[in-house]
Structure formats: C-alpha cells, structure tokens
T-cell receptor, first 113, second 111 residues
Framework: SQTIHQWPATLVQPVGSPLSLECTVEGTSNPNLYWYRQAAGRGLQLLFYSVGIGQISSEVPQNLSASRPQDRQFILSSKKLLLSDSGFYLC????????????FGQGTRLTVV | KQEVTQIPAALSVPEGENLVLNCSFTDSAIYNLQWFRQDPGKGLTSLLLIQSSQREQTSGRLNASLDKSSGRSTLYIAASQPGDSATYLCAVMGSWGKFQFGAGTQVVVTP
C-alpha cells in the first residue's frame, strides 16, 4: 500500500533563517506531488505542483521554493523565512489519470518567530 | 478560475441527527470531486472520491452526491456521532491536474 511521510511535525524558526521540509511517498511510482499551505481559519492554498523529477509549477509568487530531486521526494525550502510564512504545510500525492485521488501527509506546523 | 465554496462554515448538531454539508464549484469541467476530513492539527483523510461520470458514492454512513452541471456536491452523514466532529473539506480536480479546495465546514456533534 502507499504511504506518505512528511517531517518534521512541528518547527519553530526565527525570521531570516532557512527552511527545509521534506516529503516522501512509498508504494507508488511517478506520482503527482503537491505542497499546500493552510493558514489559521482559512482553506488550503496550493503552493507547488510537480508531475515529475525536476518539474515544478509554482502557483503563488512568494518566499518559498520547491524541488523534486527524486521521483518520490518533494522538498519545500526557503532561504530566509518571513513571519508571514507561518502556517500549516501539507504535502500530498495523487495518482494520474481519470481516477485521480489525492492523499495527504500529516502536515508540518511552522511557526516563524 | 475555479472557485469552491462550502456552506455552512460551521455546524453544530446533537448526536443522532443527520449531517448535510454542501460544496459548490464555478467551473463544471472537473475530472472528479473528493471529500476529506481534517481533525485539529492533523492532515487530511480522504473520505470519498466521486468521478465526474458518477452521481453519487457511498461508504458506510457517508453518502456523497455530485451534480456536475449545476456545480454542486453534497455530503450526507447519517446518524451523526461525537467522533464525527471535525472539519470537512471538498476538493475538485480539473483538467489542470490540481486540486482546488473549499474553506471547509467545521462540524461539532454534541453528545
């Protein structure tokens, strides 16, 4: 069966520090991968979307970047965090084709102080 | 641009009542619609996936309907229990290959 791992679960970082969140998927190949952010009391905002290694689509201009160095690995990064980067970050993967279904990791609570 | 709306934003019912959660979307050109549950501070758990060619999907006490032409989906939860308390989100996937989410309905089931 497929599983998705996302870490760390919580993170407190000072303003101006770098960020690296990692997500890996097991039990499937060539998945679509996603990074979402969920601000308090708000819906999920799609940040990045990847259909393959090295292929990244950015949905929202911002202080963050994403990379996909391996087929089932997706990394969210920042060189210098801002206070506004605080939030709940969720990684997801989906199958491809007409029956596409999305599966989510447990999320990372990021607090920038 | 696809927009997804969920009404109501919050709902409180006594245990045993049926829950009706609504989701509407502006662009009917979707591949599928998915309902999720989110517990506080946790990730999303997939509940039901409805393909665009389907009218409804059922799993246990959950039933989701889809009317693509009118841009609506409804999630029914029969005989609610306190354990059903959570936020429920719907997401649509279009030809663009990405999921667009509603803001969710926060449900509280009181014993």
């Amino acid at each position: 069966s497929q599983t998705i791992h996302q870490w760390p679960a919580t993170l407190v970082q000072p303003v101006g520090s770098p960020l690296s969140l990692e997500c890996t998927v097991e039990g499937t190949s060539n998945p679509n991968l996603y990074w979402y952010r969920q601000a308090a009391g708000r819906g999920l905002q799609l940040l990045f979307y990847s259909v393959g290694i090295g292929q990244i689509s950015s949905e929202v201009p911002q202080n963050l970047s994403a990379s996909r160095p391996q087929d089932r690995q997706f990394i969210l990064s920042s060189k210098k965090l801002l206070l506004s980067d605080s939030g709940f970050y969720l990684c997801a993967w989906s199958t491809t084709g007409a029956n596409t279904e999305a599966f989510f990791g447990q999320g990372t609570r990021l607090t920038v102080v | 641009k696809q927009e997804v709306t969920q009404i109501p934003a919050a709902l409180s019912v006594p245990e045993g009542e049926n829950l009706v959660l609504n989701c509407s979307f502006t662009d009917s050109a979707i591949y599928n619609l998915q309902w999720f549950r989110q517990d506080p501070g946790k990730g999303l758990t997939s509940l039901l996936l409805i393909q665009s060619s389907q009218r409804e999907q059922t799993s246990g006490r959950l039933n989701a309907s889809l009317d693509k032409s009118s841009g609506r989906s409804t999630l029914y939860i029969a005989a609610s229990q306190p354990g059903d308390s959570a936020t429920y989100l719907c997401a649509v996937m279009g030809s663009w290959g990405k999921f667009q989410f509603g803001a969710g309905t926060q449900v509280v089931v009181t014993p």
